[in-house]
Nanobody
Framework: QVQLEESGGGLVQAGGSLRLSCAAS????????MGWYRQAPGKQRELVAS???????NYADSVKGRFTISRDNAKRTVFLQMNSLKPEDTAAYYC??????????????WGQGTQVTVSS
C-alpha cells in the first residue's frame, strides 16, 4: 500500500505565495520522478513541474520564474513553492510520484488534490 498526502493549498491574493507539500508513505523501495499537476474547472489536467531522482527539473512555461519544485528523498516529500501567484493559477493541484514498492512493482500514484484559489 502506498499513500500520498498533500497539504498547503488555500486562498491567497494575487501576488501572494503558497507552498505545497506532498509526502509518500507505505511499502516504498524508491521514488523516481515526482511532480505537480493542476486542473482548473473545465480544463484538462496539466503538468506544472516535475523533478527526477537525479534532480532534473521541468516547468510549464506558464510558471517558469515563479514556481520552484524541490524534493527531500529522505522524507519522501515533494514541495512546490509558488510565488507571484496569478488568478489563472487557480486550480486543484495534484502531486504525482513514480514509485517502486518493496516488491519492486512500479506504481504511478496520485495525491488527493489540494485547492489553490488566487483572488484578483
Amino acid at each position: 500500500q502506498v499513500q500520498l498526502e498533500e497539504s498547503g493549498g488555500g486562498l491567497v491574493q494575487a501576488g501572494g505565495s503558497l507552498r505545497l507539500s506532498c509526502a509518500a508513505s507505505g511499502s516504498i523501495f524508491s521514488i523516481d520522478t515526482m511532480g505537480w499537476y493542476r486542473q482548473a474547472p473545465g480544463k484538462q489536467r496539466e503538468l506544472v513541474a516535475s523533478i527526477t531522482r537525479g534532480g532534473s527539473i521541468n516547468y510549464a512555461d506558464s510558471v517558469k520564474g515563479r514556481f520552484t519544485i524541490s524534493r527531500d528523498n529522505a522524507k519522501r516529500t515533494v514541495f512546490l513553492q509558488m510565488n507571484s501567484l496569478k488568478p489563472e493559477d487557480t486550480a486543484a493541484y495534484y502531486c504525482n510520484m513514480v514509485i517502486f514498492t518493496t516488491t519492486l512493482l512500479r506504481r504511478d500514484d496520485w495525491g488527493q488534490g489540494t485547492q489553490v484559489t488566487v483572488s484578483s
